[in-house]
């Protein structure tokens, strides 16, 4: 791999930049040190943006909790008619749009950081870079799905001892069944969207743009000049958009990769909407790339490189990422211990009355209380929340139960069992199904033994031909000393004769 122009202009200013006591023998390369502030401009900026992800996600929180409270204070009954749905719907929408919006932004960025650190070669650049753009983009489409499915409603405290953000708005929480529905809301939308918006259409519509504004620009020119005559094929491919590799469309099918397997526990159709968009897909890639793209030059390649790791990196991710989604956001395990240690006939009857703990209304932080408490037409004194905590009326008052621990070991317990399960039936399956049928591996097996053979024999032909020729010079070299001193005297012959 050649080296790149970047690369040795770099050189070429460091050598003339060096003392002249240095010896010449002495190759000038770049170092760590030379590339030091580079690497420390990328961590510092991939950290900015990561935490500008966090910052927005954060943000659409703070947006549903506001949106929340509004509508239920609304005074229209169709706007508090489904509060809860529009809220997840324009949430997620929101998300996409910023996913969209910075993917773009992001890859700029990755590639500008890429330039500032100087790699070496073709590959080293494309390996950084492909790195760089898959770390900020991976974290940019799955941070609010990582949220919805691991952290939200854990963060809200408890009855009396609320979580609040920006003064008085408490941290929002999971409806009674869970998180799941949100996390498959925010899944469907943000897959169908990427796939549809952000792969298809812009992949089309962008290329087709830029195709027309080049035809345009083109026939104005041509019309100043008051030249009308028929494009050749050369010339008419001119205005087809330049081919910028295949690096995007190998992020797209890792996005979606890891879209359709870290959270296939919660959004079961995500593998049919991925098989739905590629069958359309490799029709739009197919038009792309003939009617929209200027011809690529072919090149070969051993495999796929880095995007092989990221791979096999993502399909043991999405093992550890389903299992937690299983245990922890799941009633799974709740309701699998539950039955086999808490419920005293071995079913489920009674299992939602095990989830609740009780709260004495007393205990409400000031300024939290209900504004109404005589709502019900009778005064409450004990309410019940969804918790595994101790009574008010315990020695550790709304300290957690023995059940929550008891449950988290179960839920631990299932996620290292579930992955080391997967694992070991992935690693057999990789073993029973080889890379390379054994049938093409015996064919290169004979072509390596014939290679073998056929070199040897060259070298053996090599031998004996140098052997040959070593024993012609020896037989040969006796005689002629003895005809040396006749030369002169054929050459009077012929002197005579030329004479005559």
Aim: hydrophobic share 45%; net charge positive.
């Amino acid at each position: 791999d050649h080296n790149r122009a970047e690369y040795e202009f770099r050189v070429m200013q460091k050598a003339m930049k060096q003392d002249q006591s240095l010896p010449k023998e002495e190759k000038v390369k770049l170092t760590c040190t030379d590339r030091l502030p580079a690497y420390l401009t990328s961590v510092v900026m991939m950290g900015f943006m990561i935490s500008v992800t966090f910052a927005i996600v954060f943000g659409v929180i703070l947006y549903r909790i506001s949106i929340k409270a509004a509508l239920h204070i609304s005074t229209y009954p169709a706007a508090r008619s489904n509060i809860r749905a529009t809220v997840k719907t324009t949430a997620a929408i929101i998300n996409l749009i910023v996913i969209i919006i910075l993917d773009e932004i992001y890859a700029a960025i990755a590639r500008w950081l890429t330039i500032l650190e100087v790699p070496k070669t073709d590959k080293s650049f494309e390996e950084r870079l492909i790195f760089k753009t898959f770390i900020l983009k991976f974290v940019n489409a799955f941070t609010p799905i990582v949220y919805l499915a691991f952290f939200r409603g854990r963060l809200v405290g408890r009855p009396g001892n609320y979580l609040y953000v920006v003064g008085s708005y408490r941290m929002e929480e999971c409806a009674h069944a869970g998180c799941l529905m949100e996390l498959c809301i925010q899944l469907c939308i943000t897959m169908l969207g990427k796939q549809l918006i952000q792969n298809n259409l812009f992949e089309i519509g962008i290329p087709k743009l830029k195709k027309l504004l080049r035809k345009r620009k083109s026939e104005v020119t041509s019309l100043q000049e008051e030249e009308v005559k028929i494009l050749k094929r050369y010339e008419k491919d001119h205005f087809l958009g330049p081919f910028a590799g295949i690096n995007p469309e190998y992020m797209e099918m890792i996005i979606q990769f890891g879209m359709v397997t870290l959270f296939v526990a919660s959004f079961p159709l995500a593998p049919l909407f991925a098989l739905l968009n590629n069958i359309i897909e490799i029709r739009l890639d197919a038009k792309k790339f003939v009617m929209e793209l200027r011809r690529p030059i072919a090149a070969k390649a051993k495999d796929i490189g880095i995007w092989y790791n990221l791979l096999r990196g993502l399909s043991k991710v999405a093992v550890i990422v389903n299992a937690f989604v299983i245990a922890f956001t799941s009633d799974f395990i709740p309701r699998l211990v539950y039955q086999y240690a808490y419920s005293p006939d071995s079913t489920m009857h009674g299992f939602v009355n095990h989830t609740l703990s009780y709260f004495n209304v007393s205990d409400f932080q000031k300024g939290t209380a209900p504004l109404e408490p005589m709502h019900l037409h009778y005064k409450v004194q004990i309410c019940r929340y969804k918790d595994y905590r101790e009574p008010p009326w315990s020695s550790t008052p709304y300290d957690l139960s023995k059940e929550f621990w008891a449950i988290l070991a179960v839920r631990l317990a299932f996620v290292i069992v579930f992955q080391n399960v997967v694992m070991l039936m992935s690693d057999f399956v990789d073993w029973l199904i080889p890379d390379i049928p054994k049938d093409i591996s015996l064919q290169i097996h004979k072509e390596k033994i014939l290679m073998v053979e056929l070199f040897m024999k060259e070298e053996q032909g090599k031998r004996l031909a140098v052997q040959d020729n070593h024993n012609q010079e020896t037989c040969t070299s006796p005689s002629s000393d003895d005809q040396s001193p006749s030369r002169p005297r054929s050459h009077s012959v012929i002197h005579s004769k030329a004479s005559w």
